[in-house]
T-cell receptor, first 113, second 111 residues
């Protein structure tokens, strides 16, 4: 079974803190994605990556950055957390062809206070 | 305009009922389509892929109409355990393998 693991289920951080969300997949997938999910807005793409050290902006990259130093790991960084970044964050991965379904991590519910 | 549009519901149906969800997509270049199920406070999980010819998996039937750019999901003989949010997803292989998610349709099956 494909496994996508996010480092934390729940996080509470203070405004202005630098926050790291980690995601690891064990199926040698080339593509990895970070989404946030908010009520009524659905999943919105923050960043994605096709390969190690490659990254592409999604629909809402402002206030975020990413890092992919190893194929299996894709990190999302909130440079200076703000209350409007309180959300559910979901990591996903797919194979290199990208023509198959996305596999999701269990999600990280981040609260910024 | 959203890439994928779904009726958010909620749909409240009795056990044993048949319920249908529809979704439309705007990107005609989308090539693959999926239905995901998401339980409260959990991650989305693949329910089924959707093929042009239509496909069935037990009580679930998915249909794709490329001409009209809509996707449907039919659930027969609803169970309490079917209560969840159902996400319609379109995948465009061309634009960086981008997934486009609908906002989801909420289903509650009532005893």
């Amino acid at each position: 079974d494909v496994k996508v693991t996010q480092s934390s289920r729940y996080l509470v951080k203070r405004t202005g803190e630098k926050v790291f969300l980690e995601c690891v997949q064990d199926m040698d997938h080339e593509n990895m994605f970070w989404y946030r999910q908010d009520p009524g807005l659905g999943l919105r793409l923050i960043y994605f990556s096709y390969d190690v050290k490659m990254k592409e902006k999604g629909d809402i990259p402002e206030g975020y950055s990413v890092s992919r130093e190893k194929k299996e790991r894709f990190s999302l960084i909130l440079e200076s957390a703000s209350t409007n970044q309180t959300s559910m964050y979901l990591c996903a991965s797919t194979t290199g062809t990208g023509r198959t379904e996305a596999f999701f991590g269990q999600g990280t519910r981040l609260t910024v206070v | 305009r959203k890439e994928v549009e779904q009726d958010p519901g909620p749909f409240n149906v009795p056990e044993g009922a048949t319920v249908a969800f529809n979704c439309t997509y705007s990107n005609s270049a989308s090539q693959s389509f999926f239905w995901y199920r998401q339980d409260c406070r959990k991650e989305p999980k693949l329910l089924m892929s959707v093929y042009s010819s239509g496909n069935e998996d037990g009580r679930f039937t998915a249909q794709l109409n490329r001409a009209s750019q809509y996707i449907s999901l039919l659930i027969r003989d609803s169970k309490l355990s079917d209560s969840a949010t159902y996400l319609c997803v379109a995948l465009d292989w061309g634009t960086g393998n981008q997934f486009y998610f609908g906002t989801g349709t909420s289903l509650t099956v009532i005893p």
